[in-house]
């Protein structure tokens, strides 16, 4: 038996006496540690004080090639770190390799996007023929065209709309003020719904400063939005999962796509810090990825 799987033993006897872990615990470390040690015998390392920083971090590259989740990576980290610091303190070791090693960051979910295509088929859906379908319109426009979170639209009241600048005030987290252009087909569309439906609320003796109303004439909620936005899918046919932040992502990744500067899209999108934009960059990459899967030859 090497010198570190005999260390081993003493060390989950300890958690066993001493901290009084369950068998399956004791299971679980004995297997993430084993693993390691595993690893570390066919570099031909089985002394504990012969384990490098470079070692563990080998070892941590192995998971990743292993296609292992970084909630299991860790665990296994965990139980190691435990491992060394029990060697440190029994003077077998004199320095522990993993003092340097953070965690990985879990991998965020990069989140669903629309084509280009998809949003002109969904804006395009709703009927402006209708007095529904004007105000529609106008709030896919907008949702989409300022990359507005759901709660931002929702909020908007008649005086945040400057027609004259083409400028939107959209209120944020913690309350914080941004202004966002809007472009020449949400200017259209707003206006349009500005001097058709709100008009007819203004003669039923409605007063509210919001700028999207139901039918009530009272301030869209944003279920309200949900349920329009569900409709327009089914009308568009558009099988992906689309809710209203998926504008909001879609407008970002295709700022990014055409070439947008990074601080210019996290200041559009009010984001605190700029590594919660950086997520579209990914997105983007992505698709690009892809579509070289997809159209070249020698993918």
């Known amino acids: 038996m090497s010198l570190i799987n005999d260390q081993l033993l003493k060390y989950l006897e300890m958690l066993d006496v001493e901290k009084g872990l369950s068998r399956n615990t004791l299971e679980s470390y004995e297997n993430d540690i084993s693993d390691f040690i595993s690893l570390m015998g066919k570099k031909g390392k089985t002394a504990p004080d012969e384990i490098t920083i470079s070692d563990v971090r080998v070892y941590l590259s192995s998971l990743r090639d292993r296609k292992l989740a970084v909630s299991s990576i860790i665990r296994k980290l965990v ?3 435990g ?8 003077g077998i070791i004199k320095g522990n390799p993993l003092v340097r090693i953070e965690n990985p960051r879990p991998w965020r979910k990069l989140p669903d996007v629309l084509s280009e295509e998809e949003v002109e088929r969904l804006i395009n859906a709703p009927d402006i023929k209708t007095l529904l379908g004007i105000r529609d319109r106008a709030m896919l426009e907008i949702l989409y065209g300022c990359g507005l979170r759901v709660s931002e639209l929702t909020g908007i009241t ?10 939107l005030k959209a209120k944020g987290k913690g309350s914080k003020e941004r202004l966002v252009p809007i472009g ?4 259209n569309a ?5 001097k058709k439906e709100r008009i007819l609320f203004q003669k039923k003796k409605i007063n509210s400063i919001y700028l999207f109303l139901n039918r ?19 009308k568009a046919k558009i099988k992906k999962r689309i809710t209203p932040h998926t504008f909001r992502h879609s407008f970002a ?15 559009l999108l009010g984001h605190a810090d700029i ?3 950086q997520i579209y960059t990914h997105v983007s990459s992505q698709m690009i990825r892809e579509v070289y899967k997809k159209y070249h030859p020698r993918a």
């Not at 008649?158 to 400028?167: A, C, K, P, R, W």
């Not at 009272?218 to 089914?234: A, D, E, F």
């Not at 700022?255 to 200041?267: H, N, P, S, Y």
């Open 79 to 81: 139980s190691i770190r």
């Open 83 to 90: 491992f060394f610091k029990y060697l440190l303190k029994q």
């Open 158 to 167: 008649v005086n945040d709309i400057d027609f004259e600048s083409g400028i």
């Open 184 to 187: 020449d087909q949400g200017l």
């Open 190 to 194: 707003l206006s349009d719904y500005v």
């Open 216 to 234: 009530s004439g009272k301030r869209i909620s944003r279920q309200g939005v949900w349920k329009m936005l569900k409709r327009y899918c089914r």
């Open 253 to 267: 990744t295709h700022m990014i796509e055409r070439g947008a500067d990074l601080r210019a899209v996290q200041l």
């Open 275 to 277: 590594s919660t934009t």
